[in-house]
């Protein structure tokens, strides 16, 4: 598949399945997060005591189907970073569960396992990060960072891992001869593609993204969305995308979780959420989107307020202090995430009235 | 410039003057009908020269080297310092008599000059010297007795001795030319106790400089592993560490090191002590490396390329040995470099003071010990050498480690 | 030929035509074949290499680039704040400027700012009260150890002739204007108190503080969430309008320089690449960079999952230019012999717009024919 700098005239070919068709209700859940917590303890004090928790990630549930790219997208503060790697267990959650299917069927709830137990898992989920220039180890060659997971996980033999290394690179696009060189020598989206390769080393079956192109310039985005739109047909990854620009969720996700300060506000199809969203935020922020067409300047609309903190959240709906349809039961109750259509998710007390607008 | 390049970042590799680039699929001139290849095909292609492909693969070392080569007085003080180092490994070498051979009627000699021609030809001879002593004053009076000329050359046979302890020889850098006339070349005078200071000067280098550097090693282990603990484990081992480094910090140092060393019983052997000093010296150089290294663990733990290492799956030893670490070897062998001086300082003012090593150990201190007194400094001031050599240590280690450090800082432009 | 920058001590261009007719159409900003060279060790860098462009009064002009193509480089370059070891080696900047900033209706001068001294009074008379600017970061614009209202009164005080409490009126005005609320309050407490949203406003309340007619606004939203960008943009927008501020946008967004710019520059390495009035570069963009980009940047309304048309290669490092057109690496329209032999000239294809590409240039406009695709 080549990535053609169209000319004029000739329409543009969906190499990849449009999304609603991709994913079945009864492709079975690679992933399932239920009731998910994770607060940051506040120290004040001689006596380090707690005084106030961070609620970085408040009682989420949501499923990622094998094989589909799960879009996770909301802006600062809202957890999705925290959600994605504690997911990977990168540090214990305070409460919840995380339920992983393995190939054989298996499911663990990986919550529970310790350092130990979570070994057999490392190799079947990986993470790309968002920094470039952070996520390479500076003194490593490549070989050393792409051939480290092999190595770690009992590939001793240096002429394997060498090939293999080699197979790693040609299929993110970069020349093998490349693994003698150091990450100072490559640019951020190249660098970004060596850290692809080393979350493939392992063959694992979810990979989680954080922001993998947010720290790119824009000419070489749209590069490394296409390699992972390639590399998951190819390989039958299921994504984990973890954004906070509407447009490049949008263009990858068959399905999207819109989160606002540690919550789920949303979960549907990319097409109906973008459509016909269910709830205020979800709807607001597309409508803060500054589009790309002067033509369609009046569409940009701002919504009041600042982002509510994640240690001081208001009362009830987290949202409601900035939505314009609040009523009272929004600031005394916390709304809970249901399915209002199906396989569409929202947790607003108004959703059924409202008539919300999406993009066009 | 842009802050989405990261500062002082090497040329990235695309070559488009390369005259190869035109053969290449991808960039040959298309009809505009035709799609052009995609961007991984193109990276795939693109030739790199060979002065980009040396830079890519040159691994961190490498680059500091080039970057250290660049400053001039650090290259040259460099090789100082590899000088003081072989002296150090071999001081038998570049000595010309046994540092021990006493005898009072050579006391005081002073230096001998070294005269260049003899006979019309290329023959450096000094004169040797006769001493009588003054009847009335009892003051030895030494004249120099032209007649007599002691020929010296390099590489001269003298006394036998083990090069570092295993290999026997009796080659020295300089001597008498005649074997029987060894006990006669007085390069830089003696003592009191007649013994020669050239020699002397040859076997101090080697005690004072390792009492710095190995002070300074075990000061970087105690550091890397405390401070390690501290800062990759947090919680209460780090607060009890932290709490040992301030106490330690808080002591005053210079009571603590006269204490401790005045307490070293005065029967030990002189290796006891040699050992005894270098740890007291240690105790308390490790807390400042431990600081930086405790604030070096802090920050990388939440680096990515920490986080994918623990993903991948690898033990906390290998993240710490593996990943953690060398990224800051450069900077504590620079740090390193600049504590060496201070630990010879130390012990050279110590046993100046007659409280760290003392005869017959020969170390820089003890030989300034000898030129403690006026009388002795307008008797003899060339006693006084032995501190022009702490001088100029001092300062090749100081210049080297200030580029070490320049050169191992990427933002230090 | 040797490189050698401008010396500082050259004399000032006053033109004092301030009874002239075409007084009216000369640009409140003229930037003309703008060269700035960094010297360094390793060799120099074309930071910026004969940049053109003019900014008219009330409008907003977008500069659009991604790394590496000079666009703050242009602007420190303006304004004389470059690094010590960047000159200004060619190239002419022409301000129109208040004689007396506090009167509006005062009268008017030209003047090179190329040819002042970084340091000189006249400079630094300009900075803030002619010229303002809105930096990326706004927690680094910022000192920690002042308020926020100090510091906006310090520039206040240096350019206008008002007491303290004057001053501290003006800001607190200032503040409310830029919809700050509790100004009285808000204006004693430290940039470090304030949320990201409020302290982008508290920095464009200090540009604004001195009613320059020209604010540079670097990258103001890249560091801020979605939703407090829309509220910044819509306040930029609102000010603009209002007090009929000239703005230069710089920002890599291509979504807000189609809601915020009039004109358009895109540049790229150090070049301008295509110059048009907003619609035109969003409907009939004529470089091929321009249209790549384009149709690179994923947006909304386009089909999920379809890949992306994208740009060949990366972006050459700034030490690495390629010979002549800096995009010919990775040009779909490559002429072998042409576009990597010379560097090609800004030209004028239609009405205020311009393009630097040799499939435009008079030597060969016969034989290639614009592309008039419509792009989305």
Redesign the interface.
Known sequence: ?????????VA?Q??????VHRQSSSTPLLLEVKGLKKYFPIHKGLMRKVVNQVRAVDDITFFVREGE?LGLVG??GCGKTTAS?CI?R?FPATSGEILFREADGRVTDLAKLDRPGL?RF??Q???I???P???????M?IFD?VG??MY??GLKNRTERTDRVAELLKL????PEFM???P???????RQRI?IA?AL??NPRMVVADEPVS?L???????V???M??LQEKLQLTYLFVA?D???V?????RVCVMYVGKIVEMAA??EL?YAPYHPYTA??????????????HI????PG??ASPANPPSGCYFHPRCEYAQEICRTQTPELRELSPDHFVSCHRAEELKLAG?? | MDSKEEPNELPILENPDHPDLAEVDGVVPVPPTLPVESASATEELLVANQEEERISIASNWTLVWWRFRKNKLAVLSGLILIFLVIIVLVPEFFATMDPEDTDARLAFIPIQSVHWIDEGRLKPWVPGVVGKRDPVTLKMIWTVDESEKVYIKLFAEGYSYKILGLIDSNLHLIGAADPEQAGKVFLLGTDRLGRDQWSRLAYATRISMTIGMISVGVSIVLGLILGGISGYFGGWPDMVIQRLIELLQSLPTIPIWLALTAALPRTWSPEKVFFAITIILALRGWTTLAREVRGRFLSLREEDFVLAAELAGCSQARIILVHMIPTFTSHIIATSTLAIPVMIVTETSLSFLGLGLRPPAISWGVMLQEAQNIQTLALAPWLLLPGVVVIVAVLVFNLVGDGLRDAADPYSN | MPIEPIPANKITHQLDINSSPSWIDEPLLRVEDLKAYFFMDEGTVKAVDGVSFNVYPGKVIGIVGESGCGKSVTMKAILRILERSAKIVSGKVTLRRRINSDDPNSLEELIELTSQHPNSKIMRKIRGAEIALIPQEPMAAFSPVHTVGNQIMETILLHQDVSKQEARKIAIEVFRSVGISMPEQRIDSYSWELSGGLRQRAIIAMALSCNPRLLIADEPTTAIDVTTQAQILKLLRGLQEERQTSIIFITHDLGVIAQMADEVVVMYLGMVMEKASVNTIFKHAQHPYTQALLRSIPSMQSESRVKLPTIAGSIAHPFNRPKGCPFHPRCGHFMQGVCNAEQPKLVEIGDEHYVSCFLYSNETISSASPLTEKNT
């Open positions: 598949m080549s990535d053609a700098i169209e000319p004029a005239g543009r969906p190499s990849v399945k449009p999304a790219t802006e600062s790697r990977l990168a070994r490392r190799p989920m990986q993470m990060f968002q920094d220039f952070g996520s390479l180890n500076p003194r060659t960072i480290e997971p770690v996980n993110v696009g970069l020349r003698r060189r150091y100072h020598a490559f640019s951020g989206g190249q850290g080393r080393a392992l720290a310039d824009v000419s070489v985005q749209a590069q969305l296409n390699l739109l390639d906070h509407l447009s490049v949008k263009h990858i996700s068959d990319t097409e973008f607001a922020l597309m409508m803060a989107v500054p589009v790309p067409d002067p033509s369609k300047r940009i609309q701002d919504l600042e982002v993009i066009k």
